[in-house]
């Protein structure tokens, strides 16, 4: 009898196992890594669409990168957009319209997307606007760089820099 429970429990897990190796993400992921932050992001290409205003609507929630939300760490107390902000490691939301993007900190980790937003939007932390700029060229890939006094967003012709301070 315990092997007709063990068989199938076995195949499972294999197949669970399988899958999971098989499974490929669409976009890469990367860290930056600064002086007192790290930033892990999904790294979604153009591939000649419109990017903000139609694949990344105005005015909506996004998770700023692909698949998971984005995850950034302050490892030590700071300002983040001119707001203060503790050491730790958040969730980074961004509201993006044509005149201003609301930059949010949430302190629930592991979401997917911004899709759960709503219900854990109580956990915010921080809301900043800054504005966005534009960039002397297309950016084909979302890239996030960390500068030593701003972190550096820049997708298409869009460029937004978030000034920080240590």
């Given at each position: 009898m315990?092997?007709l429970?063990?068989?199938?429990?076995?195949?499972?897990?294999?197949?669970?196992?399988?899958?999971?190796?098989?499974e490929?993400?669409?976009s890469?992921?990367?860290?930056?890594?600064g002086k007192y932050?790290?930033?892990t992001?999904?790294?979604?290409?153009k591939?000649?669409?419109?990017?903000?205003g139609?694949?990344?609507?105005?005015?909506e929630?996004?998770?700023t990168?692909?698949?998971?939300?984005?995850?950034?760490?302050?490892?030590k107390d700071?300002t983040?957009?001119?707001?203060?902000?503790m050491a730790g490691t958040?969730?980074?939301?961004?509201?993006p319209?044509?005149?201003?993007?609301t930059?949010i900190?949430?302190s629930?980790?592991?979401q997917?997307g911004?899709?759960?937003?709503?219900?854990a939007?109580?956990?915010?932390?921080?809301?900043?606007i800054?504005?966005p700029g534009k960039?002397?060229k297309?950016?084909?890939q979302f890239?996030?760089?960390?500068?030593d006094?701003?972190?550096l967003?820049e997708?298409?012709?869009?460029?937004?820099?978030i000034?920080?301070k240590?």
């Open positions: 315990n092997k429970f063990i068989i199938p429990v076995l195949v499972c897990l294999m197949a669970t196992t399988a899958f999971a190796q098989g490929k993400r669409a890469p992921h990367d860290t930056v890594k932050v790290e930033v992001y999904g790294r979604p290409y591939k000649g669409r419109d990017v903000f139609a694949l990344v609507p105005y005015g929630v996004w998770r990168g692909a698949d998971e939300a984005t995850q950034i760490t302050f490892k700071g983040f957009g001119g707001k203060p902000v958040y969730t980074l939301f961004t509201i319209t044509e005149k201003g993007w930059i900190l949430n629930k980790l592991g997917w911004a899709f759960g937003y709503e219900k939007k109580t956990k915010d932390v921080l809301h900043a800054v504005s960039t002397n297309s950016v084909e890239t996030i760089s960390a500068q006094d701003a972190l967003m997708w298409d012709m869009t460029s937004v820099s000034p920080m240590f």
